[in-house]
């Protein structure tokens, strides 16, 4: 049956063939994951799930679906002359009951699958 497909990228990243799914990746991109830490490779994983779902593709077994949405954000300060600041990115899904949020980043180009 062969290993899964996360397994297989999960390879490629880390032998550094530049070769994931028989595509090439550029090397500045391995690189700059290669050296990313937990939280940002976190939002890597769900900026790259939110896009692959917007394009129909089903990811079977990979948890919630996660909606994507831009927003302006007030800083809370009084004296504050720029209020609302952004637009800043975040990640909604539903787990356990509940509605999680994850702060994205102030992206400048996001997947067509956004919830605005």
């Not at 990243?13 to 028989?22: D, Y």
């Not at 991109?29 to 830490?37: C, F, P, S």
Request: charged content about 35%; aromatic content about 6%.
């Amino acid at each position: 049956m062969g290993a899964p497909r996360s397994q297989i990228a999960a390879d490629a990243l880390r032998v550094g063939s530049g070769v994931v799914g028989g595509m090439s990746i550029d090397r500045d991109v391995l690189e700059a994951v290669r050296e990313m830490d937990e939280h940002e490779l976190r939002r890597l994983y769900i900026l790259a799930k939110a896009r692959l779902e917007g394009r129909g593709v089903e990811l079977p077994g990979s948890g919630p679906e996660v909606k994507l949405r831009k927003q302006m954000v007030k800083c809370g300060k009084d004296s504050c002359t720029r209020c609302p600041h952004g637009p800043y990115w975040y990640a909604y899904w539903n787990e356990d009951g509940k509605r999680r949020s994850r702060y994205l980043g102030k992206l400048e180009d996001v997947p067509e699958a956004v919830d605005q």
